[in-house]
């Protein structure tokens, strides 16, 4: 398998553009959708040519949430979805204390291995969820037209407090441009069918890797993602070589990043292998399995 690399060098200090300026600014917002998929992104398996992670979050995990079921349809047409993927572990949350003294419940977060593709191939999906009181099994016997997660719905933002973590000097990189707000923005469409294709089987193949770091969610970085989408029929695969989303102690910030990710990136086709770096913070108070 022969490998080609497209590097994109994310520079460290924000460009002008006044036509994206006004969607970035200093508060954390996460995005309010009523519990359908959202963050979809996509991660190779232990083997690239035959399997592939589909991931998305629902629900937020309240304390009264209780945490839905979720699934793949997958299949080689997109109005042929043929094959179905239940969750195969319980989703993953977490809580987080933010610095105004208030718990911040993160969404359910859902990984979905998908196995026994053919090498070199073009599949069709879409990520479903529904109530956990119902089964699995109703979310592969309803009509795709029938799944809770196809009426997706803006709600209102809840009510609290904003705050300016970014504003503290000791919690924050200096000289860090302004944050995307894109709460205002409406929520994807997650009953869209969406499209990945498998790694060639052939040593002989070439596969592209887009390598970026220091992504971040600033108007610079929607510029790095515009650019990988106007490539994306060039990339196989993208490696995201550490400081993912400048959070700077806010877990809020994981969020928006994703809703980010949902309103530029190409990670819903394209798979996103990540490697920690030095300002990813994950001191997380409370896990729940």
């Known amino acids: 398998m022969r490998i080609e690399y497209l590097l994109i060098l994310l520079v460290a200090a924000a460009i002008g553009n006044s036509a994206v300026a006004n969607k970035y600014g200093a508060k954390a917002r996460p995005r309010h959708c009523k519990g359908g998929a959202k963050h979809i992104h996509l991660a190779v398996g232990h083997d690239p040519t035959r399997e592939i992670t589909i991931s998305f979050a629902t629900k937020w995990s309240e304390p009264s949430v209780t945490p839905p079921v979720a699934g793949v349809h997958i299949g080689l047409k997109p109005n042929q979805l043929d094959r179905f993927f239940p969750e195969q572990e319980f989703p993953s949350a977490y809580e987080s204390m933010l610095s105004h003294g208030r718990v911040y419940h993160a969404p359910y977060q859902h990984h979905i291995e998908v196995t026994g593709l053919e090498p070199g191939t073009t599949y069709y999906y ?7 009181e119902d089964g699995v099994e109703t979310l592969k016997v309803r009509p795709l037209r029938d799944h809770p997660t196809q009426h997706v719905e803006r709600l209102e933002d809840e009510d609290e ?12 990189r200096r000289l860090a441009p302004p944050y995307y707000d894109g709460s205002d923005e409406p929520c994807i469409e997650s009953h869209r069918v969406r499209s990945f294709k498998t790694a060639p089987a052939s040593s002989d193949s070439p596969v592209s890797f887009a390598i970026i770091g220091d992504l971040g969610q600033f108007e610079h970085s929607q510029e790095t993602l515009d650019h990988m989408r106007d490539h994306k029929h060039s990339i196989d695969a993208v490696i995201l070589a550490g400081d993912i989303a400048y959070t700077e102690y806010d ?5 928006t990043f994703f809703d980010f990710l949902d309103d530029f990136s190409i990670f819903d086709e394209v798979p996103l292998q990540i490697a920690p770096g030095n300002h990813v913070r994950l001191a997380v108070q409370i896990l729940k399995n």
């Open 161 to 172: 407090e904003d705050v300016d973590v970014e504003d503290d000097p000791h919690k924050r």
């Open 126 to 132: 879409v990520a479903v969820a529904g109530d956990r």
């Open 251 to 255: 877990h809020r910030r994981w969020d």
